[in-house]
């Protein structure tokens, strides 16, 4: 392994941005740049042992900066939608603002995949890691507390691992997690639609017209949302006319309650493409996994190597609380209290299946 460091541009600021290349002797690789901790590259063999780029994104800093999508970038501090951009702590209310509607999504106006953070590198036991950290003051964004954030990415025998860490001296709220879209095919290959998703969830959060949850757990039995078995997405698409929830969505767009065993890290999905043999595991010990299908993804720049992303070119799992959790006594809650850690983990693992 090694860790190879480039420069990747300046922000407006003047601010120094940084790429570091996470490398196997194989030849698979991991990118993070510093701005808005974000995956940049992921690079892993098919069946034959061919190299391509997994993850969707750009080749230069000015298009992170004016593309909206939150394409590959670190969440926060809260991942997913609030509705009507409010929340109670502690019997007083948080006003925060709205920039999707009346309602808040991942982080505000300027989230945490807006900030540049700081970044080390560290090794043990032969496992490359990148630690990057920043702060967040209180009442940034609206939130209470000031929060001291820390995500280690660490890669190794095709394991990329996202260790998420946080304390704060108020109680606050907190939802992490990355926007990275997946396409195993290839990020200049097309749509995702012919690959085949599992979920391991019973169950998945209702959401009303705006995406915001009714506060319904519902069955997942009898729905397109019924992802036990491998699913091919193009199948479950097709499905939008029957199931209001889709059509709110545009597709898939909603998290899923992770049907869990026991304690510590569980397996929330796996995602397949025959046509190359690529498989992304995905293992978490957050209660929760967004599905986004990249419904609405669509660029107005040429991603890396000129492609132009169109709807489905990509799809996104992010693990999390639920969705609006701070309004919602029944969902896991999403509170971390004055001195105490956040600390969660999430796995993507890549490997290959011989059978189509």
Same mark, same amino acid.
């Given at each position: 392994?090694?860790?190879?460091?480039?420069?990747?541009?300046?922000?407006?600021?003047?601010?120094?941005?940084?790429?570091?290349?996470?490398? =196997?002797?194989?030849?698979?690789?991991?990118?993070?740049?510093?701005?808005?901790?974000?995956?940049?590259?992921?690079?892993?063999?098919?069946?034959?042992?061919?190299?391509?780029?997994?993850?969707?994104?750009?080749?230069?800093?000015?298009?992170?900066?004016?593309?909206?999508?939150?394409?590959?970038?670190?969440?926060?501090?809260?991942?997913?939608?609030?509705?009507?951009?409010?929340?109670?702590?502690?019997?007083?209310?948080?006003?925060?603002?709205?920039?999707?509607?009346?309602?808040?999504?991942?982080?505000?106006?300027?989230?945490?995949?807006?900030?540049?953070?700081?970044?080390?590198?560290? =090794?043990?036991?032969? @496992?490359?890691?990148?630690?990057?950290?920043?702060?967040?003051?209180?009442?940034?964004?609206?939130?209470?507390?000031?929060?001291?954030?820390?995500?280690?990415?660490?890669?190794?025998?095709?394991?990329?691992?996202?260790?998420?860490?946080?304390?704060?001296?108020?109680?606050?709220?907190?939802?992490?997690?990355?926007?990275?879209?997946?396409?195993?095919?290839?990020?200049?290959?097309?749509?995702?639609?012919?690959?085949?998703?599992?979920?391991?969830?019973?169950?998945?959060?209702?959401?009303?017209?705006?995406?915001?949850?009714?506060?319904?757990?519902?069955?997942?039995?009898?729905?397109?949302?019924?992802?036990?078995?491998?699913?091919?997405?193009?199948?479950? @698409?097709?499905?939008?006319?029957?199931?209001?929830?889709?059509?709110?969505?545009?597709?898939?767009?909603?998290?899923?309650?992770?049907?869990?065993?026991?304690?510590?890290?569980?397996?929330?999905?796996?995602?397949?493409?025959?046509?190359?043999?690529?498989?992304?595991?995905?293992?978490?010990?957050?209660?929760?996994?967004?599905?986004?299908?990249?419904?609405?993804?669509?660029?107005?720049?040429?991603?890396?190597?000129?492609?132009?992303?169109?709807?489905?070119?990509?799809?996104?799992?992010?693990?999390?609380?639920?969705?609006?959790?701070?309004?919602?006594?029944?969902?896991?809650?999403?509170?971390?209290?004055?001195?105490?850690?956040?600390?969660?983990?999430?796995?993507?693992?890549? =490997?290959?299946?011989?059978?189509?």
């Amino acid at each position: 392994m090694s860790i190879v460091r480039a420069p990747f541009g300046v922000m407006p600021s003047g601010e120094a941005v940084d790429q570091y290349t996470l490398q =196997s002797e194989d030849g698979s690789a991991v990118s993070i740049i510093t701005y808005g901790g974000t995956l940049t590259s992921i690079r892993v063999p098919d069946r034959t042992g061919k190299l391509a780029d997994v993850c969707l994104g750009f080749d230069t800093l000015e298009k992170y900066l004016h593309v909206p999508g939150y394409m590959g970038a670190l969440i926060g501090r809260y991942a997913n939608r609030i509705g009507d951009s409010r929340f109670e702590l502690n019997g007083r209310e948080y006003r925060l603002f709205a920039n999707e509607g009346r309602n808040t999504l991942h982080g505000g106006k300027i989230g945490f995949n807006q900030k540049v953070w700081k970044a080390e590198t560290a =090794s043990e036991e032969g @496992l490359d890691s990148l630690i990057l950290t920043c702060e967040s003051a209180d009442g940034e964004e609206g939130y209470p507390g000031n929060l001291s954030v820390r995500v280690t990415y660490s890669f190794g025998e095709g394991e990329l691992t996202l260790h998420y860490e946080a304390v704060s001296d108020q109680d606050t709220v907190i939802n992490l997690t990355n926007h990275c879209y997946f396409n195993l095919a290839g990020h200049a290959s097309g749509t995702v639609n012919d690959h085949f998703m599992q979920i391991n969830a019973d169950r998945f959060t209702v959401v009303r017209d705006d995406c915001i949850p009714t506060g319904e757990l519902r069955p997942v039995e009898g729905t397109p949302f019924d992802l036990r078995g491998s699913v091919r997405i193009a199948d479950g @698409l097709a499905r939008m006319d029957e199931d209001e929830q889709m059509r709110f969505g545009k597709g898939y767009d909603h998290n899923f309650v992770i049907a869990r065993e026991g304690e510590g890290i569980s397996k929330a999905a796996e995602l397949f493409d025959p046509a190359t043999g690529r498989v992304m595991e995905t293992f978490t010990d957050m209660p929760g996994v967004q599905f986004y299908g990249g419904n609405m993804l669509e660029c107005d720049f040429d991603g890396k190597d000129g492609v132009r992303y169109a709807p489905h070119g990509g799809l996104c799992l992010e693990t999390q609380f639920f969705p609006d959790s701070p309004n919602q006594p029944d969902f896991p809650s999403c509170v971390l209290r004055a001195g105490d850690k956040y600390d969660y983990t999430t796995v993507y693992k890549f =490997s290959v299946r011989e059978d189509a």
